[in-house]
């Protein structure tokens, strides 16, 4: 064969017939039809018909048709090509023709030039196989073939037939034409290989050429595979959809589509035309997005709370005076005077149907009561209600609702209240309205002012929700410590009902009627478990210095509950007595003597009325070797520092009156410090206090311990009215002091206070003299 071969190598001309190819390169053994138009071209295959052999040089193109312009130069082809033979030709009508060639072997071209308008070239011819060994040949046969094994196997790259014909071929030749002829080769790497002039080389390259295919499929299976996971997923998920609706149907459960729910509950709804286009706005706006996006979850949220708001729902008001007064009665002991105003509103509702609301305005020391009284307001008057605590609310969007830009947005508290309680005109308490703070996230504040303004909260409008809605069939019920911290014109639309505090007596009353029965309740224990008069009095002297009865409440409960632990260990109910609490609740922490008995010098008691009730304060001041400055301490405010100030300057301007030493102001600093914690203390009511304790200071006379005083002076010593007797003298009495001194012009606030007054002397005095001429001591 291999004879045969050389001899038809040895049968080709020098000089042959140049046939451009534009976009193939042709090996030898291959066959390919090409067309041609050229007329040079034609007369060259018109030449190499006229010979024996029929033989033309094939040459491939270096530029590739799309860029061609013109016709091809001898410099646009490459110098190595394939002698081929033509097999057939037809003659096409417009001119050109269409010939089969058969490549026969490699050549390189040694010279191109034009002879008589016809391509021609001198050329070598090149034989392949002149140098080859055949077990090198053999092994590169073997890998071929084990390559194409492999990729026809995993169904890549390569037909199953392809290895198939390859497994019966035999000779290297033949099977490397096989290999070449599919490959998806480019025109230049086409030619790269045409150009390798040793066989076995060349079979190398195409075992590279073959790998890289064979890697490239892989990758592209891999791709293939990965997309057909996902598809799969979502179409596997559809299916079951689709499946589980067919179960629904079946069992008779089947919801319709989340639209047509929203549809026909929009329909049902009573609204106002603006806000059911913008709900029909939304419906569609869902129906036109893919059910399964994040913007569609959004959306139907957004919808859900749209469509669960209480639109027009109202629950209709017992206005029953006798069961509201029944209801208040049952819920909370005493508080008259608050009770007497509920039952106020309570008539004015009856009598005028349309009449808008007052706004509630509780305000009182910690555990009077408060928040438990706007739940009985609403129960009395048979209404939902829902709290709303402002308690270190900072953030607007608390009250006004995160945009829906955010995820994971909420409407505000008002509209999540609302949508809990389902009806318009609830009672809402807003409690710790004092509480409410302000930072970079918006003033709440000011969105509080809107929610309680009868003119904006018609149409409340939620951030979140993006329609307005109708707060004004509310009535609120504001709560707070202290009017101090709200704003005027907050405090100026709410009618303000003071809560005050509790006497040792009314605690007593309270703890009886009601808050032994919840803690018995609350920890399980059956009524017969009794909390008696001596362990309820030691348990509000000893444990409890408050001004309600919040703390007395969880003491109660914390007993009780020791109770119950006793009870399910050793099966008795233990008896407490004043004497074993202390066992079960630790030691006491008050003593019934816990004012000191003794007269300080610089030591005073005064009684102040802070945001916890009243509060019975012992102002301290101390004269020390200086230049005459003044030091205040103790989280004092502008008013109180000021007034510190007045006191020292009615003690300089009566020194001599008091026999000091007028030298002494600068021959000392003066340090005046106020006790009791962290809490912040404020107001001009400690005037007298400090006066005592500066003048007592300087003079080194004692100061009464037994007394306590409240008011507030001017610098001609005169002592003017101060607020909150009631809570000043139940501050005293709770710390034990019996002698109060009060400015004269407070006289008319004990009115009606007798029962409170019991055991406490009240002193009225009009001016700081007085004062002084009662409680300071002639020095030791
Ligand atoms: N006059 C009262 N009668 C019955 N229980 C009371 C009375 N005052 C307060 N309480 C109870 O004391 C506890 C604390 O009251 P709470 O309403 O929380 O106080 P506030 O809101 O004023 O701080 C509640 O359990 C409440 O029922
Ligand atoms: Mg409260």
């Known amino acids: 064969m291999k004879r045969e071969r050389s001899s038809i190598l040895e049968t080709i001309p020098k000089t042959l017939p140049v046939i451009p190819t534009m976009d193939v390169v042709v090996f030898p053994h291959t066959i390919v039809p090409l067309l041609v138009l050229d007329e040079k071209i034609i007369k060259g295959i018109n030449l190499a018909l006229e010979q024996d052999n029929r ?18 130069g001898t410099k646009d082809l490459y110098t190595f090509g394939t002698v081929a033979t033509i097999m057939r030709l037809i003659k096409i009508p417009d001119g ?62 390569l037909s199953p037939d392809f290895h198939a014909i390859l497994s019966k071929m035999h000779d290297a030749e033949k099977i490397a034409d096989f290999i070449l002829s599919h490959l998806n080769l480019s025109v230049e790497k086409a030619q790269t290989l045409l150009e390798i002039e040793e066989f076995h080389e060349f079979l190398n390259e195409l075992y590279i050429h073959l790998s890289k295919e064979s890697e490239l499929s892989d990758v592209q299976e891999h791709i293939k595979s990965q997309a057909r996971d996902s598809m799969n997923q979502s179409q596997k998920e559809f299916y079951l959809r689709e499946q589980l609706k067919v179960i629904k149907r079946e069992l008779g459960e089947e919801d319709s589509d989340d639209i047509d729910q929203f549809r026909s509950k929009l329909a049902q709804l009573e609204l106002t035309a603006e806000v059911r286009n913008e709900i029909q706005r939304q419906i569609n706006r869902l129906e036109k997005t893919s059910p399964d996006s994040m913007e569609a979850t959004v959306l139907r949220n957004h919808l859900d709370c749209m469509l669960s708001l209480p639109w027009g729902k109202e ?117 710790e309205l004092d509480k409410i703070g302000a930072d970079f996230r918006g003033d709440p504040s000011a969105a509080m002012l809107e929610v309680l303004d009868p003119q904006q909260n018609k149409t409340f409008y939620d951030n979140y929700l993006g329609i307005p809605f109708d707060l004004s069939k509310a009535l609120f019920v504001a709560t707070a410590n202290s009017l101090e911290s709200i704003s005027e014109p907050l405090r100026d639309r709410m009618e303000i009902i003071e809560l005050s505090s509790y006497t040792f007596e009314e605690k007593i009353q309270i703890a009886e009627r009601h808050l032994i029965k919840k803690s018995i309740y609350d920890t399980g224990l059956d009524s017969q478990f009794i909390i008696s008069p001596e362990v309820l009095y030691a348990i509000i002297n000893n444990y409890t210095r408050e001004a309600g009865v919040r703390e007395l409440e969880r003491i109660l409960k914390k007993l009780c509950s ?19 609490i202390e066992k079960y609740l630790g030691p006491f922490r008050f003593t019934q003597e816990d004012h000191d008995p003794e007269h300080h010098v610089g030591i005073c008691n005064g009684l102040a009325w802070t945001a916890v009730g009243g509060q019975m304060i012992k102002i301290e001041a101390i004269a020390m070797p200086g230049r005459g400055k003044l030091l205040l301490t103790g989280q004092l405010g502008s008013v109180m520092r000021e007034s510190a100030q007045a006191a020292l300057s009615y003690v300089r301007a009566h020194a001599q009156e008091f026999s000091i030493d007028p030298k002494m102001f600068s021959t000392h600093d003066l340090h005046i410090h106020v006790p009791a914690g962290g809490i912040p203390k404020d ?66 606030d004990v ?26 001591l002639p020095s030791k």
């Not at 033989?55 to 091809?72: C, D, E, F, R, Y």
């Not at 005037?687 to 001609?716: C, H, W």
């Open 55 to 72: 033989m033309v040089l094939l040459l491939a193109s270096k530029k590739q048709p799309s860029s061609l312009q013109g016709t091809i």
């Open 96 to 157: 050109g023709i269409k010939i089969l060639v058969q490549g026969q072997s490699k050549a390189r071209v040694d010279e191109i030039k034009t002879d008589d308008d016809i391509l021609m070239s001198h050329i070598t011819v090149i034989d392949i196989l002149r140098d080859t060994s055949r077990s090198e040949v053999a092994a590169h046969i073997k890998n071929l073939k084990h390559l194409v094994e492999k990729m026809s196997l995993s169904g890549r790259g």
């Open 315 to 431: 629950t209709i008001d017992n206005l029953d005076l006798k069961h509201a007064r029944a209801v208040l009665d049952a819920d909370h002991y005493g508080m008259e005077e608050v009770k007497e105003r509920i039952l106020d509103f309570i008539s004015i509702k009856i009598m005028k149907k349309d009449g808008y609301s007052p706004i509630l305005c509780l305000y009182g020391p910690p555990g009077a009561g408060k928040t438990s009284l706007g739940i009985s307001i609403a129960k009395s008057l048979g209404r939902e209600y829902f709290r709303v605590s402002l308690g270190g609310v900072k953030d607007e969007a608390e009250i006004r609702g995160h945009r829906r830009t955010y995820v994971g947005a909420m409407p505000g508290r008002f509209i999540q209240g609302m949508r809990k309680v389902q009806s318009c005109n609830p009672v809402i308490i807003i409690d």
């Open 562 to 580: 020791k109770a119950t632990r006793t009870f399910v260990e050793e099966h008795i109910l233990p008896i407490f007595t004043a004497e074993n």
């Open 683 to 748: 107001g001009p009511s400690a005037g007298v206090t400090m006066l005592t304790s500066i003048l007592s200071a300087f003079t080194q006379r004692p100061i009464k311990s037994d007394y306590a005083m409240t008011g507030e002076i001017n610098l001609r010593g005169n002592i003017m009215p101060i607020g909150g007797v009631k809570e000043k003298i139940l501050a005293a009495k709770r710390n034990g002091v019996q002698h109060v001194m009060l400015p004269l012009k407070n006289k008319h």
């Open 751 to 776: 009115v009606g206070l007798e029962k409170l007054l019991m055991g406490i002397e009240l002193i009225w005095v009009g001016h700081a003299n007085d004062v002084l001429h009662h409680v300071l």
